[in-house]
């Protein structure tokens, strides 16, 4: 199993990862970062296939996959 980081400060919630992750991991969260931008959690990480598809379309570089 992989593992998610988002940083939840680049996040600008353009939802490019969720849109591209083949496995429906990421979803918006209900949490803010300091620029008011509700940021991006792995709600179903264990369905993560560390594929790095959304650390790679990020343009923010927020994620980093752990494999
Ligand atoms: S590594 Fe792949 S499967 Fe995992 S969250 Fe990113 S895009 Fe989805
Ligand atoms: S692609 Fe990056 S900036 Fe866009 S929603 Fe995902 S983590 Fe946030």
């Known amino acids: 199993m992989a593992k998610i980081e988002v940083i939840a400060e680049r996040?600008?919630?353009?939802?490019?990862?969720?849109?591209?992750?083949?496995k429906n991991v990421l979803e918006i969260g209900t949490g803010l970062n300091a620029k008011g931008y509700e940021y991006v959690t792995a709600a179903r990480e264990q369905d993560c296939i560390g594929c790095?598809?959304?650390?790679?379309?990020?343009?923010?570089?927020?994620?980093t996959v752990y494999r």
């Open 11 to 22: 996040c600008k919630s353009c939802g490019y990862c969720i849109r591209f992750c083949p």
């Open 52 to 63: 790095c598809q959304c650390a790679m379309i990020c343009p923010d570089g927020a994620i």
